[in-house]
Structures are given as C-alpha cells and as structure tokens.
C-alpha cells in the first residue's frame, strides 16, 4: 500500500480535485476539503484536521515560476506542506503519517540530511519571533524543503515541503543557481 504522504506528493502538477484530496485523507477522519474556488482560499487549502496545506496555483502563474506548460485552466497543486504546531495557529497537532523515506514530524535534521542526502541549502535564521533552520534539496522535477523551529538539539520540525517551485518564493530569486526552474 502507498503511503499517505507520497500519495499527497503525486498530486504535485495534476489538477486539484479536492473530492480526491478528501478521499485521500479519509484514513485521517477529514471529511471535507475547500475547493480552491472557495471564499475561504484564493491559493492555499488549509486542512487543518490533517496538518496539511495544499498550495494552489492557476496554471499560468505556475507555468511563468516553473518554465512548465500546464494547459489545464483550472487549479494546479504545486506544493504539498506536511504540518506542525508551530506552523500556523490553525495547527493543533503535526501530520500524522509518516513522511517520505521513513522519516516523522518527529525528524532531527540529521534524520533528514541522512534520508535527502547532503542540502542544496542548509541556512540558520533569528529574526523576532522565531529562530531555526532550513534544509532544502533541488530535485529534478520537484523541491524539498524542511523548517526546523528552534536550533541545536532542540529544534523541532514544523513544517515538510515537497513542492514545484522552490518552495520559499525567495529562493527563485536570491539562489537562482539552486532553485530557478
């Protein structure tokens, strides 16, 4: 059986259907899942009883960021966020199940350089309110990037990216060579 969290991945460049995404996340107990139409979203689906969000883009946009050519008018998935608390307020509890490569929300950044191999980027941030680290790989097709609250032996992961375009906006723009399509 496939776990949860590839089967999230694989959505990366489909359409979203969030009837699909709901029955996804069944084993979860969610049983509803905005439709990226929605008043409540305009580009991000919260799901929050799963620890999850859905980044959404129309194709255009997506296609202009990744250099790709969808021609599905409608909703794109172009970033799968595995959550904890710490994340955002609306997270109470951290993804559930287990992430790729064996690893947890649970994970040290070691377990993840262990399970991604050496980072693309590996950065240590303080600003007001938070400090912590970052860890993100450039793959072929897809980005990974992991937020770490916390330094040292006490950080803790919030938040696990897979997504299309280098998952921090930022990224495209300030490390071209790492994270430009």
Same mark, same amino acid.
């Given at each position: 059986?496939?776990?949860?969290?590839?089967?999230?991945?694989?959505?990366?460049?489909?359409?979203?259907?969030?009837?699909? &995404? +709901?029955? *996804?996340?069944?084993?979860? %107990?969610?049983?509803?899942? $905005?439709?990226?139409?929605? =008043? #409540?979203?305009?580009?991000?689906?919260?799901?929050?009883?799963?620890?999850?969000?859905?980044?959404?883009?129309?194709?255009?946009?997506?296609?202009?960021?990744?250099?790709?050519?969808?021609?599905?008018?409608?909703?794109?998935?172009?970033? &799968? +966020?595995? *959550?904890?608390?710490?994340? %955002?307020?609306?997270?109470? $509890?951290?993804?559930?199940? =287990? #992430?790729?490569?064996?690893?947890?929300?649970?994970?040290?950044?070691?377990?993840?350089?262990?399970?991604?191999?050496?980072?693309?980027?590996?950065?240590?941030?303080?600003?007001?309110?938070?400090?912590?680290?970052?860890?993100?790989?450039?793959?072929?097709?897809?980005?990974?990037?992991?937020?770490?609250?916390?330094?040292?032996?006490?950080?803790?992961?919030?938040?696990?990216?897979?997504?299309?375009?280098?998952?921090?906006?930022?990224?495209?723009?300030?490390?071209?060579?790492?994270?430009?399509?």
């Amino acid at each position: 059986m496939t776990p949860l969290s590839h089967s999230l991945i694989a959505l990366l460049g489909q359409p979203f259907d969030h009837k699909h &995404v +709901r029955d *996804l996340l069944r084993p979860l %107990d969610v049983k509803r899942v $905005a439709s990226a139409d929605s =008043p #409540l979203s305009e580009s991000i689906v919260w799901i929050p009883k799963a620890s999850l969000r859905l980044d959404v883009y129309r194709s255009q946009p997506l296609n202009k960021l990744t250099g790709s050519n969808f021609s599905d008018p409608g909703w794109i998935v172009g970033a &799968v +966020r595995f *959550l904890a608390p710490g994340s %955002d307020t609306r997270i109470k $509890a951290p993804f559930p199940a =287990p #992430l790729p490569h064996g690893l947890t929300m649970a994970s040290s950044p070691q377990a993840c350089v262990d399970a991604y191999g050496a980072p693309d980027l590996d950065e240590e941030h303080e600003r007001p309110g938070f400090s912590g680290r970052v860890l993100a790989w450039r793959r072929p097709t897809t980005n990974i990037a992991i937020t770490f609250a916390g330094l040292g032996r006490d950080s803790a992961m919030i938040d696990h990216t897979v997504c299309l375009i280098g998952c921090i906006g930022a990224w495209r723009y300030s490390n071209p060579e790492v994270f430009a399509p």
